[in-house]
């Protein structure tokens, strides 16, 4: 699971793009939705700015891609319930609709996201008027933030002015999220904005919990106050500049960096503090590293475009090329051992030679045209199955995507 930002994608050529998709699932962060339509606020051309907005979104990945969920709603939900967000890697959605299948199973339901839906229609220059008033309003909240009265907030809390080095720092911010007392849980409320309505039945959680520390009492609202106290100490250690309001939306990324394996980015800020972020399971990959391996992938592409032709790049791409050593395949070197042993491409079984419980072409048909919504599914009951449609066009610039006979109207799966 990858997340990137926007500069990672401003990057890529629309082949590169491409191969990324080919190879990675995807963590669509709030922050990138909400960082890509600023641009259409900037003071340029209205069209020029529709364009770059049009660019990135022409880019984004859409077949693997989940749009994770809003990160003050998880702290809200960690705070005030206890409901703890799993930080092991996965992408957590919200939505879908509780269905029974023609067979009885019960599942959940998604359809194409919002979000993806979205980055359909920017690509095609269509905005909506909303849209374009968040752009304007979002902009006006970074040029009105005052970073000052933050930082001695965060100074005041930990008691420290500055730190020498940003190790420093970090072990200053994990030092305060690690001690007890509901006054830490309190000011973690109001320093990362959760209303004050919130403040009574926090109380009363903690008072029950006993005297823990916000690491344990709250994780990830522990996790996101390390990140935002690690931030506005840097700036006043003078580690992290303070003279780009927009340092603020790029620390907002190491907010969901729990949800995902891979973190991508060429911001000069996230190649600096991303890593005292990331977990032993994690990585950070630089987004000039990614594009000279994407740049390889093109060429590979170019040199099977036949093969490619007839199978589409769902079916091609099963694997990168096990001859490549590059930043693409050291990640599934770490992440997938043992892939260069897999077979290059995808190769369609026929249904006899199928698990027992795998679904056929025809019964995800099934599902999708047949299953029932369910009023009251049974409480605390985990789904059978979880069916997430997605519309994939058949090319992205010069590059089929699917074989011929999944088509419509080829009569293919």
């Known amino acids: 699971m990858m997340i990137f930002d926007k500069s990672a994608l401003q990057g890529l050529s629309l082949d590169e793009a491409v191969w990324l998709e080919a190879f990675f699932m995807f963590n669509i962060t709030p922050v990138f939705f909400v960082e890509t339509l600023a641009d259409l606020s900037k003071p340029s051309k209205r069209r020029a700015a529709e364009a770059v907005v049009a660019d990135i979104a022409g880019k984004s990945p859409i077949l693997h891609t989940w749009p994770n969920l809003f990160h003050l709603n998880l702290i809200g939900n960690d705070l005030v319930h206890g409901n703890h967000p799993p930080m092991n890697g996965q992408v957590l959605v919200v939505g879908g609709e509780p269905k029974r299948s023609p067979d009885g199973k019960l599942g959940h339901h998604f359809d194409e996201f919002d979000e993806v839906a979205a980055l359909a229609r920017w690509h095609e220059g269509r905005f909506h008027e909303l849209e374009r008033a968040v752009a304007v309003s979002w902009r006006d ?42 006054e830490r849980v309190e000011f973690a409320r109001r320093f990362l904005g959760i209303g004050p309505q919130w403040t009574d039945q926090i109380a009363a959680r903690y008072a029950a919990a006993g005297d823990l520390s916000l690491e344990v009492f709250a994780p990830y609202t522990a996790y996101v106050l390390r990140a935002s106290l690690f931030f506005y100490l840097g700036m006043a250690s003078n580690l992290i500049g303070r003279e780009r309001k927009s340092n603020m939306v790029d620390v907002a990324y190491l ?15 996230h190649r600096t503090v991303a890593p005292f972020f990331l977990g032993p399971d994690q990585r950070f990959v630089d987004g000039r590293d990614l594009k000279a391996a994407l740049k390889e992938m093109v060429v590979y592409g170019e040199e099977h475009m036949g093969e490619i032709e007839e199978m589409g790049i769902v079916r091609f791409a099963r694997r990168p090329p096990s001859e490549l050593d590059n930043a693409l395949t050291a990640m599934w070197d770490e992440f997938r051992p043992g892939w260069r042993d897999a077979a290059p491409h995808y190769e369609p ?38 069916f997430f449609t997605k519309n994939m066009p058949i090319r992205r610039g010069r590059w089929r995507m699917v074989p011929p006979e999944a088509e419509p109207g080829a009569g293919g799966s």
């Open 255 to 269: 907010y969901y960096l729990p949800f995902c394996q891979v973190f991508t980015s060429t911001d000069k800020l």
């Open 141 to 182: 909240t970074l040029s009105n933030v005052d970073f000052r009265s933050m930082i001695e907030e965060a100074r005041y809390a930990t008691k420290v002015a500055r730190g020498k080095t940003l190790d420093e720092v970090y072990e200053i911010a994990s030092d305060y999220v690690a001690g007890t007392g509901i």
């Open 349 to 386: 079984k026929d249904d006899a030679e199928l698990p027992p419980d795998s679904m056929t072409a025809a019964d995800v048909r099934d599902v999708a045209d047949n299953a029932v919504p369910v009023l009251r599914p049974a409480a605390a009951r985990e789904p059978d199955y979880t």
